[in-house]
């Protein structure tokens, strides 16, 4: 796997958890003792994004701040973040997550999930 | 939904390890994911992990996480007779564990909500040990959806 991609993957586990972290159907879990989890999780991110080249970075944050997330799975041929399928030469390579990709619909960095 | 979640192939009665790091392993067994991916999901568990345990107390562990590399939610519930060092809240070991893992969106909020199940059957599961006496997958299955609708 592209290791700059295995570190976006990082990048979009963590920005998910604190997006769970910060919604009140998790805290009213209470399923964790520390006060405030959300600062922990900040603080994993900025350890993990400062992994990534400058521009990668500038691109996911931008990508993040449109959709609300930088990095989206494709499930089945399909980006889970447009829904558009991709073209079949695309879906059918050998090399996929070998290297860094981006939707062509909507640009998000993808991860290939078969 | 806890019964769509709950599998047979899912259902470990026997965990073999002793210690936290291993038993995220094991309980990622069922779901056959390439190594790869099994990698990544455990790092994003222990990542969760290191702001908190999810062993709530009681015996009982409820590790959870969201994944880029997955492409749907998953439920893996996982019994140690001897226990797991877990780093629990209250320091004791944990007996049950409930794995759950999705995609971070999945449609409905799946996980979120089965997240709330599971703490709420977690709490009725610890007012007796039944469930460290079955011994078929089947039978706990249905015992945790007894618990489930049980008030």
């Known amino acids: ?114 | 939904m806890l019964e769509q979640l709950l599998k047979e192939e899912r259902v470990i009665l026997d965990l073999k390890s002793k210690d936290k790091e291993s038993v995220l392993e094991e309980l990622l067994e069922p779901l056959n994911l390439p190594e790869e991916r099994k990698k990544l999901v455990l790092e994003a568990l222990k990542k969760r992990e290191s702001i908190g345990s999810t062993g709530i107390g009681k015996g009982i562990a409820i590790p959870h996480t969201r994944s880029v590399v997955l492409d749907d939610v998953y439920l893996v519930v996982g019994r140690s007779k001897e226990g797991v060092d877990f780093q629990a809240l209250d320091g004791k070991p944990v007996h049950l564990f409930f794995l759950l893992c999705a995609p971070p969106q999945d449609p409905g909020t799946r996980y979120l909500i089965t997240l709330g199940m599971i703490a709420n059957i977690a709490r009725k599961i610890i007012k007796s040990d039944e469930y460290m006496k079955i011994q078929d997958k089947k039978e706990f299955i249905d015992y945790l959806l007894r618990m489930e609708k049980e008030e």
């Open chain 1, 1 to 114: 796997m592209d290791p700059i991609l295995e570190i976006l993957i990082a990048l979009g586990d963590i920005d998910a958890m604190i997006k769970d972290a910060e919604s009140p159907e998790y805290k009213e879990l209470g399923l964790t003792e520390d006060e405030d989890p959300v600062e922990k999780l900040k603080k994993l991110r900025e350890e993990c994004a400062s992994k990534l080249p400058p521009n990668i970075l500038k691109r996911y944050e931008k990508l993040k701040k449109k959709y609300g997330r930088g990095i989206a799975p494709v499930v089945g041929g399909i980006c889970t973040n447009c829904f558009i399928h991709l073209p079949t030469s695309l879906v059918t390579r050998p090399d996929k997550n070998k290297k860094l990709e981006t939707c062509p619909n909507c640009g998000i960095y993808v991860y290939w999930t078969k």
